[in-house]
């Protein structure tokens, strides 16, 4: 694809393209529940914020002229593995126009990304990337990584189950049964400290990321329960039911969402039982640059900041 220029923007410089990004975005939908319903998603009026509350953000740009032809997020920040903290970098909203799909421009994207790890002083000490890739109609975007391409760098380290439950089924849950918290070393990918979390540990997006359901036309009045296993004292079980009983009747349509790995079969199985079963899915795809020997026993990366 000839022509094509890069930019990078940070949020104070991201203005003048807030208009086209969204209405990029506005073109890639998600299903839910099998295809029964789908939503886009939408980043907001000034479009950085949901990133830049996870940390330093950095928008990569592909243009045509004046036409933005795609985009990739980058956003610097610090995970944890157990006991340890490492320099990562979040890699996100990875997106085409339809009419630049194909070309290799993704690829091309993510190589002038890669680049700008050395060029960029605050990146070089990066030693892990990772990104979470939302399943589409047909795939995650792993589909369009032919032939050499940078995705295929990163190995998928994890598969998220998602669930959108109305806060009145998690009050009802009986935990009897719930699993106990995980144990083994985990790789916590959330929440930033710019999350901040209410009452048992439940958070909210609106504003700054809303997914708007083609169902109803109006964005989804999400409420996210983004607590990692650490806050989970009394297990996930209790967690859920303790955020579905502050929320219900709050709002008669909010959902509740939530992420869990499903390498964590017996939480996974124990809610299926309780009648709630996952509504999408999504996989995080990883390169560890200090190369660990073991994988970690689970993933925490809450729906909020996917």
């Avoid at 190589?111 to 990337?129: A, M, N, V």
């Avoid at 359901?213 to 996210?224: A, E, F, K, N, V």
């Amino acid at each position: 694809m000839k022509d094509v220029r890069f930019v990078v923007a940070r949020p104070d410089t991201l203005g003048p393209y807030v208009e086209r990004l969204r209405l990029l975005e506005q073109g890639i939908h998600y299903p839910l529940a099998d295809g029964a319903d789908h939503f886009f998603i939408d980043h907001g009026p000034t479009y950085h914020p949901f990133f830049s509350s996870m940390g330093e953000a950095y928008f990569l740009l592909a243009l045509r002229g004046d036409t933005l032809l795609g985009s990739v997020t980058g956003v610097a920040r610090t995970v944890a593995r157990g006991a340890r903290r490492a320099d990562a970098l979040y890699i996100c909203d990875l997106k085409l126009a339809k009419e630049a799909r194909g070309a290799g421009l993704s690829t091309r994207l993510l190589l002038e990304g890669l680049k700008h790890l050395f060029l960029l002083p605050p990146l070089r000490r990066t030693r892990f990337l990772y990104g979470a890739a939302m399943r589409g109609a047909r795939g995650d975007v792993m589909r369009a990584a032919r032939g050499w391409n940078p995705l295929r760098m990163g190995r998928p380290a994890s598969r998220l189950a998602l669930y959108f439950v109305p806060p009145a089924r998690l009050a009802a849950l009986d935990t009897r049964a719930a699993p106990p918290p995980p144990t083994g070393e985990g790789l916590c990918l959330g929440p930033s400290p710019g999350r901040h979390m209410e009452g048992a540990g439940w958070c909210s997006t609106a504003g700054s990321k809303d997914l708007q359901r083609h169902s109803t036309g109006r964005p989804w009045p999400l409420i996210h329960l983004p607590a990692p296993p650490e806050h989970w004292t009394q297990g996930w079980g209790e967690y859920l039911r303790n955020c579905g009983a502050e929320l219900a009747g709050w709002n008669d349509e909010a959902l509740a969402c939530v992420s869990i790995d499903e390498k964590l079969e017996d939480h996974v199985t124990w809610l299926r039982g309780e009648g709630i079963s996952p509504d999408s899915v999504c996989t995080v795809y990883s390169l560890d640059l200090s190369f660990p020997v073991l994988a970690p026993a689970w993933i925490h990366l809450p729906s909020s900041e996917i």
